[in-house]
């Protein structure tokens, strides 16, 4: 792998938490303004409804990409494995060649050494072995990805992830991508602009109720 094949696959891996977080955000957003705004919210009760499910699937959907264990995808997994393997590309020097021209590039320099203990348990933090993650590629296996015909059959419930349990591992995938894009190129995704303006809809419908 290329330095600069590396950070395609950062950007990208980035973008995709990023985007899961924008969704949880609106989606844990509507979700509390649907208690100050139940009145309002019931008016068109089946367009909140189906927002609420469709935000809830893109987050699911997007975790179950990120902690997807197929071969060849970009998983977190993947890109942890990338890190351990190229880490010349975060060396002081590649580093320096990479931000050259940058005036804070001593303040940005400072303290950007991988720790290997760190890494470890990062790896371990998107594996199966740890309970949440197992459950989420079990949903991704079962009803997100594919349909068990054999449960649906027998009447097999799947039991779904709580939108807690769904911050839980959004919080720990961009811990992983943004502490390393910050150290391969003190860069970061920033949240979406405009993400209450359901808020002023909600107080239109409220007004005129």
């Known amino acids: 792998m290329t330095e600069e094949e ?33 009145l309002e919210m019931n008016e068109s009760w089946t367009f909140w409804d189906l927002t609420f499910k469709a935000h809830y699937t893109v987050v699911l959907s997007q975790l179950c990409k990120l902690y997807d264990r197929t071969k060849g995808n970009l998983s977190l ?14 060396s002081d020097a590649a580093f320096r060649k990479r931000l050259e021209g940058n005036s804070h590039i001593e303040t940005l320099a400072a303290d950007r050494a991988i720790d290997a203990s ?3 348990a990062e790896l371990a933090s ?38 807690a349990e769904l911050e839980i591992l959004l919080r720990r995938a961009r811990a992983i991508t943004g502490k390393y894009s910050l150290l391969f190129r003190a860069s970061l995704y920033g949240g979406m602009v405009g993400s209450d303006d359901y808020l002023s809809t909600l107080t239109w419908v409220r007004e005129a109720l």
């Open 77 to 90: 997994k993947r890109f942890l494995q990338s890190v351990n393997d190229h880490q010349d590309f975060f």
């Open 6 to 38: 590396f950070e395609r696959i950062r950007d990208r891996i980035d973008l995709e938490v990023s985007d899961a977080a924008d969704h949880l955000h609106l989606l844990q957003g509507l979700l509390a303004a649907h208690q100050n705004y139940f």
């Open 118 to 120: 760190e890494l470890d």
């Open 126 to 163: 998107v594996s199966e072995s740890d309970p949440l993650v197992s459950r989420l590629l079990e949903l991704r296996n079962k009803t997100g990805s594919h349909l068990d015909a054999g449960r649906i059959m027998q009447g097999i419930e799947t039991v779904g992830l709580t939108v």
